[in-house]
Every structure is written in C-alpha cells, then in structure tokens.
C-alpha cells in the first residue's frame, strides 16, 4: 500500500513537475506549449513504432493528444491559479483526462494494436484509474 501511493505520488509530481517549477523560474507561454508539443511528438513516435500506425491513425492521435494534453495543461493551470493545494483534486483532473485518451485511442486502434497498447501499460493504468475513482466514491 505505502509502494502504491509513493507511485501515485511520483508520477504526480513528475506531471506537475513543469507548474512547480514555473513558479520559481517563470517559463513563457511559448516555451510551455514548445515542450509539450515536443511531449507529444515524441509519445506519437512512440506510438508508431510500437503500434505500426497507419497515417490516418497518426492524425487521430496526433489530434487526440494535443487535445487532450492542452486541455489538461489548461485545467491544471486553473487548479494552480486558484491556488488549489489538494493532490487528489490534480490527480483527479489527470485522471479524467487519461480516461479521455484511452477512451479516443481504443476509437482510433484496430484490435491488434490496442492490444499491444494496453499490453504497454494502458491496461495497468486503466486499472489504477479506476480504483482511484472507486476510492473517490
């Protein structure tokens, strides 16, 4: 139990790692948006390799993620104007916009690749997810 919510701790502070440290050294808007476009370049990539990709399926994850990234960027800078200062409430809003993505991505994936994806960790994720939100509720 203490091994899963050190995790969840870990993988939050990672996530927020960028806002944290904005509020120590300012980044502009442009640098934020540069690095996550940069995220997402690399997490397509990914993608491709490991799930073969065909164009239009590029295009719809492409879509999909820089979506869903900004508008997790965008809820979470409001959590952090707001001065929100409960990990539950910032885990929460990830989680929402996880689910999202595995939501669009088994839309967009034949059954070959999104078993390959859930193989590569949505599955594991997914179940993380939802025990938070049973927990939650």
Do not use: C
Request: proline fraction near 1%; aromatic fraction near 10%.
């Amino acid at each position: 139990m203490k091994y899963k919510a050190i995790k969840i701790f870990g993988i939050a502070a990672m996530l927020l790692l960028p806002f944290l440290a904005g509020a120590q050294q300012p980044q502009s808007e442009e640098e934020v948006a540069r690095q996550l476009r940069e995220t997402i370049d690399q997490t397509i990539s990914n993608y491709e390799k490991m799930l073969g990709l065909e164009d239009w399926q590029t295009f719809y994850v492409d879509s999909i993620l820089t979506h869903d990234y900004e508008a997790l960027r965008n809820e979470l800078k409001g959590l952090q104007a707001a001065k929100m200062n409960s990990s539950e409430v910032y885990q929460q809003v990830q989680d929402k916009w996880a689910e999202q993505v595995y939501v669009s991505m088994q839309k967009v994936l034949d059954a070959k690749q999104w078993d390959k994806y859930l193989k590569a960790g949505a599955a594991r994720e997914k179940k993380a997810r939802d025990k938070r939100a049973a927990k939650r509720n």
